[in-house]
């Protein structure tokens, strides 16, 4: 039977979950597949961290090159996070010949095209279905399974820390600080939440996607990004009576020849099957022209989820005679190929004096920049009033001129928010 021998890099949460799977499915592993996948070697300053898996202090390396010198290490799972030194690791690894296998999404986003050089030279493998999703075998899906279509959109809840901030908003009627700080108490947000609730964890594992996606490697920086920081209970209980719920959603959409690629909160009709995604789960849904609507769901964090996407690659990598190569790394997209102004609906939030004649100098805005408004709602309150509108179709310059001439009109006290629509 094949024999690989395996080394981590980092035994955390993600490395031990990772040695776990492997040592409990040793068995099935070998019968089902037909190949001995071994621990044989880890990395990691601790060097008790692996005692649990029957790992000793024998098994750890004194670093990276010990491990790439290392003739019974045929893969490198690296679980380290971060970008430094996980790259530079990496890039050792696959000089050696060293297949590779990472959950890192802000390193492998942002190094893919350099790690694929290397990896090309030595023709070791390079798999990363841990980075986006967690548990979801997405990236599997996309490279095995779509040979038939064009994919033509990709909607994504894609980080379980701002889907479970947003449903307990909703649920619990809270502001977002409160939420938060009951998140980072329970360990399902980080002290340092930016990375999460700014969207940039988001726009790393769209990037990976879209490249995937389209054939040609969407750098980070062309995604436009905005994170939930601004979202209120006030919107979330508007979007529920109004027939949406509100989620960061990641996005890329294929029109004329051009991509559509951003993260931001959306207004999402409570029909989509997206709209259902709630807690710290994630979800992907994405249109073929032949195959029409897919969703995957699952866990996008944890030991065990993040474990199991990382051994489904580790046992995948083992039985490849030749490792695919990624040419889409090659063709990266500029900001020529994106479309900046692009058509999308939007519900504004505003603070009007009621005055007679607020309603006619805020619809007068939207008749001179052509936007049409769906639905309208005005609640009750005394002098200041709250008013919604709901808009039709509009491109993004034109909605965001008369949102600041709107913010300039003399009963407008201000606008509260403004946020993307999806159906
Ligand atoms: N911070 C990520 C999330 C973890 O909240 O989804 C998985 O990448």
Redesign the pocket.
């Known amino acids: 039977m094949k024999k690989v021998g395996v080394a981590i890099l980092g035994m955390g949460v993600v490395g031990g979950g990772t040695a776990q799977i492997l040592i409990e499915r040793k068995k099935q592993i070998e019968e089902e597949y037909g190949v001995e996948v071994e621990v044989v070697a880890c990395l990691d300053k601790d060097t008790s961290k692996g005692a649990r898996y029957g790992l000793d202090a024998s098994y750890f390396a004194a670093d990276i090159d010990e491990i790439c010198a290392n003739n019974n290490v045929d893969i490198v799972v690296e679980c380290m996070g971060g970008t430094e030194p996980a790259k530079t690791f990496l890039t050792k690894a696959l000089a050696a010949g060293k297949s590779i296998v990472t959950?890192n999404?802000e390193m492998f986003s942002k190094s893919w095209p350099e790690l694929e050089k290397v990896a090309a030279k030595t023709g070791a493998g390079l798999y990363y279905e841990a980075?986006?999703g967690?548990g979801m075998p997405i990236i599997r899906m996309m490279t095995q399974a779509m040979q038939a279509n064009t994919i033509l959109e990709i909607k994504a809840i894609?980080?379980?820390?701002?889907?479970?901030i947003l449903s307990k908003m909703a649920q619990e009627g809270a502001d977002y600080a409160e939420v938060l700080k009951d998140a980072q108490a329970l360990g399902?947000?980080?002290a340092n939440p930016v990375?999460?609730v700014e969207g940039y964890?988001s726009s790393y594992?769209l990037s990976i996607l879209s490249s995937l996606a389209f054939n040609k490697r969407l750098p980070v920086e062309l995604i436009e990004r905005e994170g939930i920081t601004k979202i209120t209970k006030e919107d979330i209980s508007i979007a529920k009576d109004m027939g949406f719920v509100i989620k960061l959603l990641a996005i890329a959409k294929q029109r004329d020849g051009k991509i559509e690629a951003r993260v931001n909160p959306v207004f999402l009709s409570k029909d989509h099957p997206l709209a259902n995604v709630n807690d710290?789960f994630?979800a992907v849904f994405l249109v073929g022209d032949n195959v029409g609507d897919i969703m995957l769901y699952g866990r996008?964090?944890g030991a065990l989820p993040?474990g199991s996407a990382i051994v489904s690659d580790i046992v995948f990598c083992a039985r490849q005679d030749k490792h695919a190569r990624y040419g889409e790394m090659n063709n990266v997209m500029t900001s020529k190929d994106i479309d900046e102004d692009y058509p999308s609906e939007y519900y504004i939030r505003l603070d009007v004096h009621d005055v007679a004649g607020v309603i006619a100098d805020v619809a007068a805005v939207f008749k001179k920049y052509k936007v049409s408004i769906s639905q309208m709602r005005q609640d009750d309150r005394k002098e200041i009033i709250p008013i919604v509108f709901v808009t039709h179709e509009v491109k993004k310059k034109a909605m965001m001129q008369a949102i600041e001439e709107i913010s300039r009109l003399s009963n407008v006290i201000g606008v509260r928010n403004v946020i993307k629509v999806e159906r």
């Open positions: 959950s999404k980075t986006t967690g894609i980080n379980g820390t701002t889907n479970y399902y947000a980080e990375a999460d964890d594992k710290s994630n996008g964090a993040t």
